[in-house]
Each structure stands twice: as C-alpha cells, then as structure tokens.
C-alpha cells in the first residue's frame, strides 16, 4: 500500500538553527499538506502546497518557515531560525485531490533546546 | 467562531457500549467531511469520509445534518481497540483543519 514517508523521524536542534524536515508524499498525488501537534494538543494547519506554489496558509506558517518541492518527490518544510516553541510533531500528508482524504506520514518530531 | 468544534470528552465507556459525539462546522459550502482517529503520539489515520447525509461502515455510522451545521459519529459494540481520539475535518478551500478531538476510552 503507498504511504507517506517522513524524514527524520526525530531532530533535536539548538534554537536558532535551521531545520529542513523532509516528506515523500505518495507518488500521484498532487496536493500537500503540513501540520504541526505540539503534545498535548491539537493538530494544526500549517500550508497547503499544490501545483508548485503555496495554497492556504496559517497564521503559524510566518516568514521563518518555508516549503519547497525540490524534484518530483520530496516536499520539504524549512525552518530557519527554529524557536523553543517550535518543538512539536510536525506530519506531512498528501491528497489526490483538493479537499480529498488525506494521507499522513509517520511524524518527524522536532525538539528544540 | 473556530471553523470546526468538537465535543473535547472525554467519553469513557464500558466495552460493548454506544458512543456518539458531534462536531460542528462553520463553513456552511463544505461538501465533504472526514472524521480521523488519532492514537497516542501517532498520526491520524482516516476512519471514514462523508460526502452526503451519512456514512456506515460496520460499527461505525457517520450522520451529516446540514442545516445545522454538524456532523456527528456513533460507535456501536465498541471495543477497547476504538480508544482513541476522534478528530473531524471539514475542508474550506484548501485548508482542511482539525477540529481539537473527541478523546474515547473504553473500558473492560
């Protein structure tokens, strides 16, 4: 069954660091997703990527965070100066279409200190 | 108002009870609605789509009330497997976002 993969499954950083979590969506999919958890509560829309140019944003999503489909695979979501608050579980999904089933990848966790 | 409100529970339950919690939705042209199960620590997995006035699928039943906006899950016979929390999307543009979750525990 085709999945969403997710690297790396766990990324410890020293504030002020720049973090590129990556995600490999499934491969016909044309519409991508990234969400953050912070523990304990709810999951949050981050961006909506589709066609090679961002959809819908979140407040969250500021200048310090960028996405990026480097080649036809990965998506990538760039932090640049990554904050205490930034540590979370951030998922990456895909859908085959706009408004569709969304397919979430395992999870990178991201722990800033 | 937040675009999706669930009931936050939590519910818990004896083993072979029923359970029905509801989520209600803000954007009044959303056609399609997901309701997705989140296991601690894990990602949410998809437990079933509704795109018209309900959905059933085994234990499961999904009901869609349009004219009040909301949508609602009902677990029948349900298992210690089906603790978890519940969590319900209702698309807008290209947002989908999350409603904060239903948390169900079922108990022996």
């Known amino acids: 069954e085709p999945e969403v993969t997710q690297t790396p499954s766990h990324q410890v950083t020293q504030m002020g660091q720049e973090v590129i979590l990556r995600c490999v969506p499934i491969?016909?999919?044309?519409?991508f997703y990234w969400y953050r958890q912070i523990l304990g509560q709810k999951v949050e829309f981050l961006v909506s990527f589709y066609n090679n140019e961002i959809s819908e944003k979140s407040e969250i999503f500021d200048d310090q965070f960028s996405v990026e489909r480097p080649d036809g695979s990965n998506f990538t979501l760039k932090i640049r100066s990554t904050k205490l608050e930034d540590s979370a579980m951030y998922f990456c999904?895909?859908?085959?279409?706009?408004?569709?089933?969304?397919?979430f990848g395992e999870g990178s966790r991201l722990t800033v200190l | 108002r937040k675009e999706v409100e669930q009931d936050p529970g939590p519910f818990n339950v004896p083993e072979g009870a029923t359970v029905a919690f509801n989520c209600t939705y803000s954007?009044?042209?959303?056609?399609?609605f997901f309701w997705y199960r989140q296991d601690c620590r894990k990602e949410p997995k998809l437990l079933m789509s509704?795109?018209?006035s309900g959905n059933e699928d085994g234990r499961f039943t999904a009901q869609l009330n349009r004219a009040s906006q909301y949508i609602s899950l009902l677990i029948r016979d349900s298992k210690l497997s089906d603790s978890a929390t519940y969590l319900c999307v209702a698309p807008k543009d290209y947002k989908l976002s999350f409603g904060a979750g239903t948390t169900v525990t079922v108990r022996a």
């Open positions: 954007n009044s042209a959303s056609q399609s």
């Open positions: 999904a895909s859908s085959g279409f706009a408004t569709g089933e969304l397919f």
């Open positions: 491969s016909n999919h044309l519409y």
């Open positions: 509704v795109y018209s």
